[in-house]
């Protein structure tokens, strides 16, 4: 069974700092890993998506890397604004159509 | 914009008082998911149709229903709602399960 940890639950930084998000894997077999940001209260919005076959994605701020055989991905986040505090989840996309959620870290960028 | 739009955002029902949330999608996407999710916790697959097909999961309690009545909508039925199921129930929806695009959420409250 596809269990996804990510490491810390909780994360503080000053604004302007860069950052890094850890997502790990306990089954390497997998077809996708996605990054989610969840506000309070709100859905979830999609950040970026890697392939498997891929290493990394991009996008404005955000950088998405995967390394599969060790099941680990992590997002870096450049100059960190207030505004990029929420809730990261990534997940995991095995056989069928199912994603496995981790549960989070929450991210808070202060003045 | 394509989208995917839930209704209601928030709902109040009572103990054992049937409910029904919507689903609508603009994307034309042939898959769609029911999440729900609880405080501070990962979402939760209940169950997702790949086009007309309906593929629950296991752990699903029997009183949860799902109606998919054309590509565009879909509902979910609680047939009794227990003070356990007060969440936020999150709709996705997919292209042959590759990337997922969430709707905006509907909290759940049971008096």
């Known amino acids: 069974k596809q269990e996804v940890t990510q490491i810390p639950a909780a994360l503080s930084v000053p604004e302007g700092e860069n950052l890094v998000l850890n997502c790990s894997f306990t089954?390497?077999?997998?077809?996708?890993l996605q990054w989610f940001r969840q506000d309070p209260g709100k859905g979830l919005t999609s950040l970026l998506l890697?392939?498997?076959?891929?290493r990394e994605q991009t996008s404005g701020r955000l950088n998405a890397s995967l390394d599969k055989s060790s099941g680990r991905s992590t997002l870096y986040i450049a100059a960190s604004q207030p505004g990029d505090s929420a809730t990261y989840l990534c997940?995991?996309?095995?056989?069928?159509?199912?994603?496995?959620f981790g549960t989070g870290t929450q991210l808070k960028v202060e003045l | 914009d394509a989208m995917v739009i839930q209704n209601p955002r928030y709902q109040v029902t009572q103990f054992g008082k049937p409910v029904t949330l919507s689903c609508s999608q603009t994307?034309?996407?042939?898959?769609m998911y029911w999440y729900q999710q609880k405080s501070s916790q990962a979402p939760k697959l209940l169950f997702h149709?790949?086009?007309?097909?309906?593929?629950n999961e296991a752990d699903t309690p029997d009183n949860f229903q799902s109606r998919r009545p054309n590509t565009s909508f879909c509902f979910l039925d609680i047939r009794s709602p227990g003070l356990g199921d007060a969440a936020m129930y999150l709709c996705?929806?997919?292209?042959?399960?590759?990337?997922?695009?969430f709707g905006p959420g509907t909290r759940l409250t049971v008096t």
């Open positions: 996705a929806t997919s292209s042959d399960g590759y990337e997922q695009y």
């Open positions: 089954d390497s077999a997998i077809y996708n």
């Open positions: 890697i392939q498997s076959s891929q």
């Open positions: 997940a995991v996309k095995g056989g069928g159509n199912k994603l496995t």
């Open positions: 994307l034309n996407h042939n898959v």
């Open positions: 149709y790949y086009d007309k097909d309906f593929n």
